[in-house]
């Protein structure tokens, strides 16, 4: 222990007298003491730097590690945590496309093929799932150009269907229907085809009030009432009967045993010889 220390104190006497000699100097040779002072600024701005440069480069190494490190939670000895596999989300089957279900415009496509009777029961049928009271005069029976009374509100509308495919309702039928209306008392009245109108005509219900409904304004209210999904609304659609304009009854395809159109099919009505009505097939 003595030894080091007598060596301590001879590696220290010529340090010492070093820095006397350096600070004389300067007191004596002033450019050397500003030589020094720039040295000092210079060699203490190089540690500083180092010493940013480590820190950098410490606090770059932790964050990586502690990256990749894992889990422990709270228990140190804990062995890692391996994250459990995401479960894939079941998609949903395929929902079976519903038998009683179609596009609005293969509705139109059936009005156009079911016969008058359908076509005024499906118009009843949809003003009555709007919420209307509705009251049936059409049929066989003389109508007076009214085929349903709707109410609802405490407003009565007369309905007149026309399920005409290929002509337009003409100023005729309108002026018919109107006096219908006058008659029958009613102030306001709907008239329904599936074709279209004249422009006189439109013009004629416009002036009394009159609603003019074709395929379009059909469809708006077969989509107001889901008639697609509606089972009722899709018997009467797919219903393939007949029925007599003249007395309501079934038609039934017969064959014709003379005449021109010897050999060949038509509807004839069910109650034959009592009603003779027929539509060509």
């Known amino acids: 222990m003595a030894r080091r220390r007598r060596r301590d104190a001879d590696l220290s006497k010529p340090v010492i007298q070093l820095i006397a000699i350096i600070f004389l100097a300067c007191l004596i040779y002033p450019p050397l003491r500003q030589a020094l002072s720039t040295l000092g600024i210079v060699l203490v701005g190089l540690l500083a730097l180092v010493l940013i440069v480590w820190i950098a480069i410490a606090f770059y190494r932790r964050a990586g590690r502690e990256s990749r490190a894992p889990d422990f939670s709270l228990n140190p000895f804990a062995p890692a945590r391996v994250p459990s596999p995401i479960p894939e989300t079941p998609r949903p089957a395929a929902c079976p496309a519903s038998p009683a279900s179609q596009t609005t415009a293969e509705i139109i496509e059936q009005l156009c093929s079911i016969d008058w009777f359908q076509f005024e029961k499906i118009v009843e049928l949809t003003y009555r799932k709007l919420g209307h009271a509705v009251t049936r005069r059409g049929g066989a029976n003389p109508d007076g150009g009214i085929d349903l009374i709707i109410e609802k509100g405490g407003q009565r509308s007369a309905v007149q269907c026309k399920q005409w495919r290929t002509r337009d309702v003409g100023v005729r039928q309108v002026r018919e229907f109107l006096g219908a209306l006058t008659d029958a008392a009613i102030p306001k009245g709907v008239f329904i085809t599936l074709s279209g109108y004249t422009g006189d005509a439109k013009h004629l219900a416009d002036k009394h009030g009159i609603m003019m409904l074709n395929q379009t304004g059909l469809a708006e209210l077969l989509e107001a009432t889901d008639a697609k999904f509606d089972p009722e609304a899709l018997a009467i659609l797919r219903d393939t009967e007949k029925f007599c304009p003249k007395c309501e009854n079934k038609l ?19 109650t034959f010889p009592k009603c003779h009505f027929v539509l060509h097939v």
């Open 252 to 270: 039934v395809i017969r064959t014709a045993i003379k005449g021109r159109n010897q050999g060949g099919k038509f509807w004839g009505c069910s």
